[in-house]
């Protein structure tokens, strides 16, 4: 049984017309060391993410000392917001050259951009006016590179994943953003309780480059995915790259041959020049109308709530609690812990039970929950502890439930477009979740009104319950699918027939 074939020439030529199985031959595949080892080379970039924010949090004081940098506790508050102005920059950039010149070009690309940005900030000498904006400036430079990453790492791996472990593997990696956050407040304790603190936040910025290190070889040798090489007109480029995972496969499973593909799986295609914003914008916010406002307030409610919630705990702990700063970072480790739990415990069930269901669940209950833990906040009953255990109750369903709306952007819309929509949807979320911690900030005050802080809890748990009913009636039920059933390729003449 042929694969493919084309009527058209091999190359960049847009002139004729594919008619492949690539997708089914992906979505065949079972689970191999092949998949294993892109979702370790490919899936670091959360690790990278949570890392950075919590390196960058941690040594926040540290870097107000004379021995250090001596800056204001306004400029260093500016170091977040200009890390997340490069992300939303990095993720607009990177994921339109994403889906035009290719995942991997760009997962190298990205990574290196990230290992620069931060091997410069450990680079940074000196309190002047020079030595602060060239600090910001490596900031917007590594944050460029995780906001790149966000948009060509989660377009390969969906579109390398066979369907049937497509949503747990998405929800899993998005949620190892945890562990770089635990991953960073280990590492900056015990920098900063053994090394002077002149040299210790320096350290603190390399650990993020050590580990893109070790994973550049693997992402090197990791294949471009076939389907964006056969959307692209690519064919021969295609089959090579899909001939070479198969091969692997069968030579890690033992098995000579892989299951036969239904030839009423083709696909033909059109291949098409780079979509522009124009058109863009017209996919988006004409044909794929219900799908932009399920995807955009998934993404703005679970990023309202996160930065609202992670960003002010620490306020929470000491002017409300008593806790000193010291101790503060244990707490949030056990925050931490819950949000990484949940995603690789419960993830399977979003492709079992289903998206709209488990999607909607973990919005709604995580909402519910966090109404119940106001109403015991406003009472006086919670302490530092109890708080805590309330918070990894909360956000062991609410991790899944923000992980999968990475998952639903990534996998609602048209192949040739998966990036670009990722990018502009996280640009989108990140914009609205950057009013959560000033919001939350200002209503924790000097901790002497509980009232407005429980108002504002209220809140957050409205606007999560909002998310959960908004996937109840616009969700896309995408488990178990491929891709291309979930959205048509632009590229797509019409259905293939044997």
Not at 169 to 193: R, S
Not at 344 to 353: K, P
């Amino acid at each position: 049984m042929a694969s493919s074939s084309a009527a058209a020439g091999q190359g960049e030529s847009t002139g004729g017309v594919i008619r492949s199985v690539i997708p089914a031959r992906i979505d065949r595949l079972p689970w191999a060391p092949f998949h294993t080892r892109m979702v370790m080379a490919l899936g670091v970039a959360w690790v990278l993410d949570g890392l950075e924010i919590t390196i960058a949090g941690a040594v926040g004081g540290v870097l107000t000392e004379h021995d250090t940098l001596h800056l204001s506790s306004g400029a260093v508050g500016l170091i977040a917001t200009v890390y997340l102005l490069g992300e939303v920059f990095g993720a607009l950039l990177f994921g339109k050259l994403s889906d035009a010149l290719g995942r991997k070009n760009l997962f190298i690309i990205t990574l290196g951009v990230y290992l620069l940005g931060n091997a410069l900030t450990a680079l940074t000498w000196g309190n002047d006016a020079f030595a602060i904006g060239f600090l910001y400036l490596t900031r917007f430079i590594a944050g460029m590179g995780i906001g790149g990453e966000y948009a060509a790492i989660n377009s390969a791996i969906d579109e390398m994943m066979p369907a049937r472990y497509r949503g747990r593997v998405d929800i899993a990696v998005n949620g190892t953003y945890w562990g770089g956050a635990i991953l960073g407040t280990l590492g900056e304790l015990v920098l900063l309780n053994e090394l002077p603190h002149s040299i210790a936040w320096r350290v603190g910025f390399l650990i993020g480059p050590a580990i893109g290190l070790c994973i550049w070889n693997l992402r090197r040798h990791l294949p471009e995915s076939p389907r964006w090489l056969i959307m692209h007109g690519r064919e021969q480029e295609a089959e090579d790259n899909i001939a070479i995972i198969e091969r692997e496969v069968k030579g890690q499973k033992g098995a000579d041959e892989l299951p036969p593909i239904d030839e009423s799986k083709a696909i033909e295609i059109h291949p098409q020049r780079p979509v522009n914003f124009v058109r863009l914008a017209r996919v988006l916010f004409v044909e794929y109308t219900n799908r932009s406002i399920l995807g955009a307030t998934l993404m703005i409610t679970q990023s309202f709530l996160y930065n609202a919630i992670f960003f002010t705990y620490t306020l929470v702990l000491t002017k409300i609690y008593g806790i000193s700063s010291s101790l503060a970072p244990a707490f949030l480790i056990a925050f931490a812990v819950g949000n990484l739990v949940g995603p690789l415990t419960i993830g399977r069930f979003f492709d079992s039970i289903g998206r709209r269901k488990m999607i909607s669940g973990t919005y709604i209950l995580s909402g519910v929950l966090l109404a119940i833990s106001a109403a015991l906040f406003q009472a006086g009953a919670l302490n530092a502890y109890t708080q805590t255990a309330c918070w990894c109750v909360i956000f062991f369903f609410a991790s899944a439930g923000a992980s999968a709306a990475y998952l639903t952007v990534s996998e609602i819309f048209p192949m040739e477009i998966r990036a670009q929509a990722i990018a502009l949807f996280f640009a989108i979320a990140q914009c609205f979740g950057a009013f959560g911690p000033w919001f939350y900030g200002r209503l924790i005050g000097d901790g002497s009104n509980h009232a407005a802080l429980t108002l504002g809890y209220l809140i957050g748990a409205a606007v999560m319950v909002v998310g959960g009913l908004v996937e109840v009636f616009l969700g896309i039920d995408a488990e178990g699918k491929s891709l291309e059933d979930v959205a048509n390729p632009l590229s797509v003449l019409r259905e293939a027939t044997t």
